[in-house]
């Protein structure tokens, strides 16, 4: 261990030769799938050995104080663009993931639109061997959809991966774009028969095309959001809808944006369809009020809406009729930003700001911290855990990968550049007042990450196998229902 780790973890005294735990989280707020109850976590081989109830005989080993914490799973965001290989000027993986430990986010998802784009196993493999050894953070990729090679994903190795990202409309970062009808169907008929999951942005390039036909590029940002406006992605879930119906894919849907998006694929999962979507932080946290007055921070794509669509998002989220929330981290450096509106590049860090500025939302919409804590469990938990198949993640029970994420859930900070810890050195919530501040972070039950001084250790963090392709069964795993998240938050308001 970091000897710089020794001082934070006071050793208790009279330690056996042999300790019976390698770590005890003593007395937090434990964030179950069956409550929130007090108690103390007990790690042993990396993994959590025992939940104990207050006043249970404590092992021998380290402590971490964890009194006045959430004692959270180490949380996952699906969504990240940490962009190795190619785009290091933009974000290292180094330092992605360093901010990752500092939103409480022990595992990523990372998407292929890189230079090169990750579009085969061949080179999802080669981003894992450049990423080995400089992760703080466990992580498995999306591989990108080829509109020109669709059939690649009817045979894709579970192993390297089990999703598949496809963009309906491009943008700076995004050039491999389905623009053909018949490449999206093909696309969703291979990864039916291939049980791969589609991840998409849905956005239709056809609408945009047409609009721009017409009016051009933006040359203001309140012209922004009617530039991009909600009818492109609207269109785009119709077709994802249709085709999901049509060869019985399962997708999840991306940062979905407006309240029509949201009815439609509620809806749409109501029916049976294996549809699921996510929304990210900046979504729930900002308005196009925003984007007319920041400009570049908040240009982003799908753009930012109206308040209406905010609190539509809200509701989504709250209900269970959202399963993730993602940051859809994509920085880029501040010059990039600062071009005029049609050059600067969409996109805004956000893997460290996601959790707290979901916090930050849920208890100034008057929700206890108990259900709130559950719900954030659950959004960055189980919720991806479950759709991507990450075994021993997103959940705090025995037997799961002890990573953990303690949260003070009361502190009141606010956030300036000097925090950020992605490359880019910007965040779009400066001056941001937030409720809510990570204090520590566990990953494979050691201590990597803690307020005061940062990472502790070496990168340990693993790229994740998925299931060999022999024990992959082919029946898609069950979402939670809507009476799995009653039970849930029911547990949460004991
Ligand atoms: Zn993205």
Redesign the pocket.
């Known amino acids: 261990m970091n000897s710089d780790l020794t001082s934070l973890i006071s050793p208790s005294s009279g330690l056996p030769h042999t300790a019976e735990a390698d770590l005890v989280v003593e007395g937090g707020r434990l964030v179950t799938p069956e409550g929130v109850r007090d108690g103390t976590v007990v790690i042993r081989d990396g993994r959590v050995a025992a939940l104990l109830a207050p006043g249970d005989p404590l092992p021998s080993g380290p402590r971490l104080d964890a009194r006045g914490r959430y004692v959270l799973p180490g949380l996952i965001d699906s969504?990240v663009?940490f962009r190795t290989p190619g785009l290091e000027h933009k974000e290292t993986w180094e330092t992605g993931s360093r901010a990752a430990l500092a939103g409480g986010v022990t595992t990523v998802m990372d998407?292929p639109n890189t230079r090169p784009p990750s579009l085969d196993t061949a080179t999802l493999r080669a981003k894992a061997a450049l990423i080995a050894g400089r992760s703080y953070v466990d992580h498995r990729f999306h591989m990108g959809a080829d509109p020109d090679h669709p059939e690649v994903l009817a045979d894709l190795d579970p192993a390297v991966a089990t999703s598949a990202k496809a963009f309906m409309a491009g943008h700076h970062t995004a050039p491999v774009v389905f623009r053909e009808a018949h490449q999206l169907e093909a696309a969703f008929a291979a990864a039916a028969r291939g049980n791969v999951r589609l991840v998409l942005?849905a956005e239709d390039q056809h609408v945009f095309d047409l609009l721009d036909s017409r009016g051009g590029d933006p040359h203001s940002y309140d012209a922004y959001e009617p530039h991009r406006p909600r009818s492109g992605a609207i269109v785009a879930v119709a077709k994802v809808v249709h085709l999901a119906r049509t060869h019985g894919t399962k997708v999840h849907v991306?940062?979905v944006s407006s309240a029509e998006e949201t009815d439609l694929l509620a809806a749409a999962a109501a029916e049976g369809l294996p549809i699921s979507f996510e929304v990210t932080g900046h979504h729930l946290s900002f308005t196009d009020h925003d984007t007319a007055r920041r400009g570049p921070r908040t240009r982003l794509s799908p753009a930012i809406r109206a308040p209406r669509d905010r609190e539509r998002l809200w509701q989504a989220v709250l209900s269970g009729e959202a399963t993730t929330v993602g940051s859809?981290h994509?920085p880029h450096t501040v010059e990039e930003k600062n071009r005029p509106p049609a050059e600067a590049p969409p996109?805004l860090p956000g893997v460290q700001e996601l959790a707290v500025s979901v916090w930050t939302g849920m208890l100034a919409r008057g929700i206890d911290a108990d259900t709130a804590a559950a719900h954030l469990a659950r959004l960055m938990g189980r919720g991806p855990a479950e759709l991507f198949g990450l075994a021993g993640k997103g959940r705090l029970t025995v037997g799961a990968d002890a990573d953990i994420a303690l949260l003070d859930p009361a502190a009141r900070w606010q956030l300036s550049a000097s925090h950020v810890e992605s490359l880019c050195g910007w965040s779009a919530y400066e001056g941001w007042m937030f409720t809510g501040r990570f204090t520590t972070v566990v990953t494979g039950g050691q201590v990597a990450w803690d307020l005061t001084r940062g990472t502790a250790g070496a990168p340990r963090g693993r790229w994740l196998p998925g299931p060999d392709r022999a024990a992959m069964d082919h029946s898609a795993p069950a979402l939670p229902t809507v009476r799995d998240l009653e039970l849930e938050l029911e547990g949460a308001s004991r």
């Open positions: 969504h663009h998407m942005h991306l940062h859809d994509a996109g």
